[in-house]
């Protein structure tokens, strides 16, 4: 008899995202694109999130998902005429 991996995805597993989000995945998972991203993280009113180094003394640089997600989720929704 095989054990199922609790690691293995299957159809009842929920999509989750990865821990991090780099500048580069804005735009699909969050619908925003890197440059706007750049600019709210830029701008000390906004409350974006800062971006983390990702390794000591390197340049690679992402968000922490669950922080950009946390901000959208407490953002104002823009209402639309399709929204009618």
Not at 50 to 75: S, V
């Amino acid at each position: 008899m095989q054990k199922n991996n609790p690691q293995e995805h299957n159809e009842t597993t929920p999509k989750r995202r990865p821990v991090l989000t780099p500048p580069s995945r804005l735009k699909d998972e969050f619908n925003i694109s890197r440059s706007k991203g750049l600019m709210l993280e830029n701008d000390p009113t906004s409350g974006f999130p800062k971006r983390i180094k990702i390794h000591p003394g390197g340049k690679m640089t992402a968000w922490i998902t669950e922080e950009l997600e946390e901000y959208f989720r407490n953002q104002p929704r823009i209402r639309t005429s399709s929204d009618q």
